[in-house]
T-cell receptor, first 115, second 111 residues
């Protein structure tokens, strides 16, 4: 158990819909990362938040958005869903304390299926 | 962030050491080498990281060459449960930098 929780575990929705994925980081971790992993594909970095502020951006579509709240949990919003958005979405957290070496701990993921 | 090159797949006999290589010839002086693994569709699991010295923890050892252009992850006594995709990543330790996962090495541990 990494200490990172994600809800829901599974989500099935239709094209054109909007969903919200939630992530709670490990206690004390200030950074949250979102990744997308399509079937048989590698992990694609989407976005990083640090203490409520966006810190790094990857290949995140304009239809996707994220935020990190004052209690440090994060939400990834996916809108106007397409079949190609079906994937595993992982959240990770790290301390990002600037102390040298900053490992990320991943949650179990949310499996999104768009039909 | 620097790119890494890893073999697509490797086999290892159960109980033997698994040595997984990674090339990162364009690594910068402030970039760390991290190793993660992903078992089936579970969330990736952090294994170990290092800057320039060799590192060891309860899971594995990390050997980084003196010029830092390559590294090797060593699982000393591989078990069937170590069958997974292993990712080598180089990244500045903290701050706003993308984390780039490549295709990784698919390690098959065989009985």
């Amino acid at each position: 158990d990494s200490g990172v929780t994600q809800t829901p575990k599974h989500l099935i929705t239709a094209t054109g819909q909007r969903v919200t994925l939630r992530c709670s980081p490990r206690s004390g971790d200030l950074s949250v990362y979102w990744y997308q992993q399509s079937l048989d594909q590698g992990l694609q970095f989407l976005i990083q938040y640090y203490n409520g502020e966006e810190r790094a951006k990857g290949n995140i579509l304009e239809r996707f958005s994220a935020q990190q709240f004052p209690d440090l949990h994060s939400e990834l919003n996916l809108s106007s869903l397409e079949l190609g958005d079906s994937a595993l979405y992982f959240c990770a957290s790290s301390a990002d304390a600037g102390t040298g070496g900053d490992e990320q701990y991943f949650g179990p993921g949310t499996r999104l299926t768009v039909t | 962030d620097a790119k890494t090159t890893q073999p697509t797949s490797m086999d290892c006999a159960e109980g033997r050491a698994a040595n997984l290589p990674c090339n990162h010839s364009t690594i910068s002086g402030n970039e760390y080498v991290y190793w993660y693994r992903q078992i089936h569709s579970q969330g990736p699991q952090y294994i170990i990281h290092g800057l320039k010295n060799n590192e060891t923890n309860e899971m594995a050892s990390l050997i980084i060459t003196e010029d830092r252009k390559s590294s090797t992850l060593i699982l000393p006594h591989a078990t069937l449960r170590d069958t997974a995709v292993y990712y080598c990543i180089v990244r500045v330790a903290t701050g706003g930098f993308k984390t780039i996962f490549g295709a990784g090495t698919r390690l098959f541990v065989k009985a």
